[in-house]
């Protein structure tokens, strides 16, 4: 038994059709452009996670106090 009810011979049979069908070179370029396009996407979300600024937040204070420091105006003596 192969994969889900499927046996090798099978598999080798539909290998052959498409073969028949779409020729060696059509499947060699189609793979190359997938295999380009993978590549392609892998470096866009690396880039993507390089150029976000990491953010973080200053131990010991809470989002709350941080909210008021920006609200409340430094007064002048």
Same mark, same amino acid.
């Given at each position: 038994? !192969?994969?889900?009810? #499927?046996?090798?011979? %099978?598999?080798?049979? #539909?290998?052959? #059709?498409?073969?028949?069908?779409? !020729? $060696?070179? *059509?499947? =060699? ?5 997938? !295999?380009? &396009?993978? =590549?392609?996407? *892998? ?15 200053? =131990? !010991? %204070? $809470?989002?709350?106090? %941080?909210? *008021?420091?920006?609200?409340?105006? &430094? =007064?002048?003596?």
């Amino acid at each position: 038994m !192969g994969f889900g009810g #499927i046996s090798i011979w %099978q598999l080798l049979i #539909i290998l052959l #059709i498409v073969v028949m069908l779409f !020729g $060696t070179k *059509r499947l =060699k370029n189609l793979g190359s452009d997938l !295999g380009d &396009a993978i =590549k392609g996407f *892998r470096k866009s979300m690396d880039n993507g996670e390089a150029d976000k600024p990491a953010v973080e937040e200053p =131990k !010991g %204070q $809470t989002i709350d106090a %941080q909210a *008021r420091k920006v609200e409340e105006p &430094a =007064k002048k003596d």
